[in-house]
């Protein structure tokens, strides 16, 4: 309501002030003739500057709003790997007896160009993610999720996160993988079945994981050369990396 009035207030002392420009304009000059050609020049002026405005200035303010939100919504990513991402896909990834077929291609360097993230994407777009069930530490994924609940439950509440579906797609995948080994009390004699539901759960982690992963890779070798470094020394998939700078 003040807002409102505010606004009013404004309008009117605006109109006032251009009323008053252009009676001391006739005073001085006793010209009304140039009074009104310059007012109709300046109203048929109008809809290009309501363009200028609308069009143009709105959509450039949009555009740097955007990357300030995708800004924020990037650092929200980066905690996610330095708290939950990072240490739960070097442990889906020596879970997967496939690795060895992409473990290479995601030794990340900073010597990558765009065709190189482009060429590691349409791999693994083409990759079959496995999890033997069998050497799933179900206690372990348990206790590990579990104390990251709380964490992922303010990631979700974050209203930047609807700029970015893939990695709200992410949240929602490893929220549902902590919902589904909270809710069993013990794992002793659990089910071929339910142990095969369990490791379905944490292959569709697993996916988007390493999608999110080369993503935020690419993201921040072109923006944050500092971070990308210390994360390439401490990528999952590099049985030799060291935080250790060589």
């Known amino acids: 309501m003040k807002m409102s009035r505010w606004w009013i207030t404004a309008s009117i002392t605006m109109i006032l002030f251009s009323a008053a420009v252009y009676l001391l304009h006739y005073a001085i000059f006793r010209d009304a003739q140039n009074i009104f050609t310059f007012m109709i020049r300046n109203i048929a002026f109008v809809p290009i500057q309501i363009l200028l405005m609308t069009l143009i200035i709105d959509r450039l303010l949009n555009q740097r709003e955007k990357r300030l939100r995708l800004e924020k919504l990037n650092m929200v990513i980066g905690t996610f790997f330095s708290e939950v991402g990072g240490s739960l896909l070097a442990y889906l990834s020596d879970i997967d007896p496939d690795l060895e077929k992409i473990r290479k291609d995601l ?5 990558w160009a765009d065709s190189d993230f482009m060429n590691i994407e349409r791999r693994l777009k083409n990759y079959t993610y ?3 069930e069998g050497r799933i530490d179900c206690d372990y994924m348990r206790g590990f999720l579990s104390d990251k609940r709380n ?5 979700l509440e974050n209203p930047n996160l609807l700029e970015h579906e893939s990695f709200t797609e992410l949240l ?4 549902h993988a902590t919902e589904e080994f909270s809710s069993r009390s013990s794992f ?3 089910p071929e079945t339910d142990l095969k539901h369990l490791g379905g759960d944490l292959k569709r982690v697993y996916a988007l994981l390493v999608h999110q992963w080369v993503d935020y890779m690419k993201y921040l070798k072109y ?4 971070l990308f470094s210390l994360a390439m020394r401490q990528n999952p998939f590099d049985e030799e990396a060291s935080p250790e700078v060589g």
């Open 151 to 155: 964490f992922l439950l303010r990631l």
């Open 107 to 111: 030794i990340i360097t900073g010597d």
């Open 223 to 226: 923006n944050y050369p500092y």
């Open 130 to 132: 496995e999890i033997e």
């Open 188 to 190: 002793e004699n659990i």
């Open 172 to 175: 929602r995948a490893v929220f």
